[in-house]
């Protein structure tokens, strides 16, 4: 046997941690052990010997692997497995690329006549139709985003949800997910919805008054923040799940305490239905204070933790692997071209493809060219960081040069991003015990 290319042995406190990269398992050792594996870790029968417990969690955990077994194959494979998974088929539908605000950092052109036709209704009912007809797929995941999807609700959410009503609900597992400002939900349309159990991504900018700026509705209309946070938390106690998503920037940060304020009141039911995250504006620079700004950050997300709120940490949700690098997600415009990722503007230069009025869709070159990059250069598949990172998403490597780390990071960066993948999971795994802790109490 040997021991793994991912681990790694860390000083915490008293003790170590040892961390797996690839398993993404950490343990915490005792100087005593730390020092037997540090000593041994090319003679591995004398840790069998000295420790026989401790050698087994190492590799029942994949610290320690057979002397034949190829963990980058590995990873990449289980990599393959999930991007051909073909029991799960994601459909992200844009009604429209417009919207009733005007954030400062959103990247859609807002075009006022971007409503989707009933034609390309028609198409992408065809598509549905064909695809539970296939008899592939266990479950289709739905997301209208946007432009503001609930724009056009009645003209174009409500048919294609009628049509699929006639397709038929038991066929295929259906959800249904809305990325939204919320500013133009109503109780009706949550009424409508709330037979789909649907789930919710409603961003808030900051505190009232750095939202009510960049939500704005216009000159002398009313701000947005008291009206989002009415209308999340009438979701929430509709049993309706919502991802609350802070857009942050090094500016805006630290006023998210008031927020907090803001939503003590909620009960722990509706709690329980929502998660918080952490997001920076991507047109956000880096300062010279990057530490500081990471340390507001490590406050607010235990300050919301501590009120009772389910914060997904930083590196969690990037361990995933993203949605546009599997072959069963798609992307549909308002006007029926295809693309693959939701990050990008939806223009003629990130178009993969076009849906056509039998249902069927029609790739260019970019879709494979995408297939062809997303199992990263030699640069990545040799980093520590494989399983982790995986290079970013393949939007990222089709933008990057064909060498070197695409995320620009230093062999210290990536130290600093497994330090925090293992507060991450320290703040998962703590969070569970207590969650444990408090059902045998009750
Ligand atoms: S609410 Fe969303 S779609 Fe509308 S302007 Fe802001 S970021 Fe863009
Ligand atoms: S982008 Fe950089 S950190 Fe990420 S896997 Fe590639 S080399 Fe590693």
């Given at each position: 046997?040997?021991?793994?290319?991912?681990?790694?042995?860390?000083?915490?406190?008293?003790?170590?941690?040892?961390?797996?990269?690839?398993?993404?398992?950490?343990?915490?050792?005792?100087?005593?052990?730390?020092?037997?594996?540090?000593?041994?870790?090319?003679?591995?029968?004398?840790?069998?010997?000295?420790?026989?417990?401790?050698?087994?969690?190492?590799?029942?955990?994949?610290?320690?692997?057979?002397?034949?077994?190829?963990?980058?194959?590995?990873?990449?494979?289980?990599?393959?497995?999930?991007?051909?998974?073909?029991?799960?088929?994601?459909?992200?539908?844009?009604?429209?690329?417009?919207?009733?605000?005007?954030?400062?950092?959103?990247?859609?052109?807002?075009?006022?006549?971007?409503?989707?036709?009933?034609?390309?209704?028609?198409?992408?009912?065809?598509?549905?139709?064909?695809?539970?007809?296939?008899?592939?797929?266990?479950?289709?995941?739905?997301?209208?985003?946007?432009?503001?999807?609930?724009?056009?609700?009645?003209?174009?959410?409500?048919?294609?949800?009628?049509q699929i009503k006639k397709i038929g609900t038991d066929k295929?597992?259906?959800?249904?997910?809305?990325?939204?400002?919320?500013?133009?939900?109503?109780?009706?349309?949550?009424?409508?919805?709330?037979?789909?159990?649907?789930?919710?991504?409603?961003?808030?900018?900051?505190?009232?008054?750095?939202?009510?700026?960049?939500?704005?509705?216009?000159?002398?209309?009313?701000?947005?923040?008291?009206?989002?946070?009415?209308?999340?938390?009438?979701?929430?106690?509709?049993?309706?799940?919502?991802?609350?998503?802070?857009?942050?920037?090094?500016?805006?940060?630290?006023?998210?305490?008031?927020?907090?304020?803001?939503?003590?009141?909620?009960?722990?039911?509706?709690?329980?239905?929502?998660?918080?995250?952490?997001?920076?504006?991507?047109?956000?620079?880096?300062?010279?204070?990057?530490?500081?700004?990471?340390?507001?950050?490590?406050?607010?997300?235990?300050?919301?933790?501590?009120?009772?709120?389910?914060?997904?940490?930083?590196?969690?949700?990037?361990?995933?692997?993203?949605?546009?690098?599997?072959?069963?997600?798609?992307?549909?415009?308002?006007?029926?071209?295809?693309?693959?990722?939701?990050?990008?503007?939806?223009?003629?230069?990130?178009?993969?493809?076009?849906?056509?009025?039998?249902?069927?869709?029609?790739?260019?070159?970019?879709y494979e060219q995408r297939r062809q990059v997303r199992y990263?250069?030699?640069?990545?598949?040799?980093?520590?960081?494989?399983?982790?990172?995986?290079?970013?998403?393949?939007?990222?490597?089709?933008?990057?040069?064909?060498?070197?780390?695409?995320?620009?990071?230093?062999?210290?960066?990536?130290?600093?991003?497994?330090?925090?993948?293992?507060?991450?999971?320290?703040?998962?795994?703590?969070?569970r015990v207590e969650a444990r802790k408090r059902k045998d109490?009750?």
């Amino acid at each position: 046997m040997k021991t793994s290319n991912y681990s790694v042995l860390m000083p915490a406190g008293k003790n170590y941690i040892l961390y797996n990269c690839r398993t993404d398992v950490m343990v915490q050792v005792d100087n005593r052990l730390a020092e037997l594996y540090q000593k041994n870790e090319t003679d591995l029968e004398r840790i069998a010997d000295a420790a026989p417990d401790f050698f087994e969690y190492l590799s029942s955990n994949g610290f320690i692997v057979e002397d034949d077994f190829d963990e980058q194959k590995q990873i990449i494979d289980y990599w393959k497995e999930d991007d051909e998974n073909s029991e799960e088929l994601l459909v992200t539908i844009n009604p429209t690329m417009n919207c009733n605000l005007r954030c400062w950092y959103c990247y859609e052109e807002h075009g006022k006549k971007s409503k989707m036709e009933q034609s390309t209704v028609d198409a992408v009912i065809s598509y549905l139709q064909k695809q539970v007809a296939g008899g592939r797929f266990k479950s289709i995941a739905l997301t209208f985003f946007g432009g503001e999807p609930l724009l056009y609700f009645s003209q174009v959410v409500q048919p294609i949800l009628e049509q699929i009503k006639k397709i038929g609900t038991d066929k295929v597992n259906w959800t249904l997910h809305f990325t939204t400002n919320a500013t133009l939900l109503t109780k009706e349309i949550a009424e409508y919805l709330q037979p789909w159990y649907p789930s919710f991504q409603i961003t808030i900018d900051g505190n009232e008054f750095i939202h009510n700026i960049v939500k704005t509705m216009g000159k002398n209309k009313p701000g947005t923040y008291r009206m989002t946070i009415g209308h999340i938390r009438m979701l929430l106690q509709m049993r309706m799940k919502v991802a609350i998503r802070f857009n942050y920037t090094a500016k805006t940060l630290e006023r998210f305490i008031d927020v907090l304020t803001d939503l003590k009141d909620f009960s722990d039911e509706e709690r329980e239905y929502c998660n918080v995250a952490f997001f920076r504006v991507w047109q956000d620079k880096k300062s010279d204070d990057e530490k500081s700004l990471e340390e507001k950050l490590d406050f607010l997300e235990s300050a919301f933790r501590s009120a009772g709120f389910h914060v997904i940490g930083q590196t969690t949700r990037l361990v995933g692997r993203c949605y546009a690098d599997r072959d069963n997600s798609i992307v549909i415009n308002y006007d029926g071209m295809v693309y693959k990722c939701t990050a990008r503007e939806f223009n003629q230069k990130n178009c993969e493809g076009r849906l056509i009025e039998d249902g069927n869709i029609e790739w260019n070159s970019r879709y494979e060219q995408r297939r062809q990059v997303r199992y990263c250069n030699e640069t990545c598949r040799s980093c520590i960081l494989l399983a982790l990172c995986h290079g970013g998403c393949s939007q990222n490597k089709l933008e990057s040069p064909e060498v070197g780390c695409l995320m620009g990071y230093s062999e210290e960066d990536k130290m600093d991003y497994i330090r925090q993948r293992i507060k991450d999971i320290y703040v998962e795994q703590t969070k569970r015990v207590e969650a444990r802790k408090r059902k045998d109490q009750s």
